[in-house]
């Protein structure tokens, strides 16, 4: 189970949440609405490796 970080489109709080699956809808802890995923890690490859050009967006992607 990966944590992930997400931010509030309602509130703008930034967070981190220990999801089952990064499909995962998850709630803001200070308002309650959906948060969204924010990208704005490093993207770190299956071999530790840092990735080039990705987005992290993988539901966008086509593969690293």
Known sequence: MPFLDYKCPSC???FQELVKDH??????PSCGAIAERSYSGKVVGGL???VKK???DCKNCSGC
């Not at 499909?23 to 803001?28: F, G, H």
Request: charged share 25%; glycine share 20%; net charge positive.
């Open 48 to 50: 530790g490796q840092k």
């Open 54 to 56: 990705c987005t992290g």
């Open 23 to 28: 499909t995962a809808k998850v709630k803001c």
């Open 12 to 14: 703008g709080k930034s």
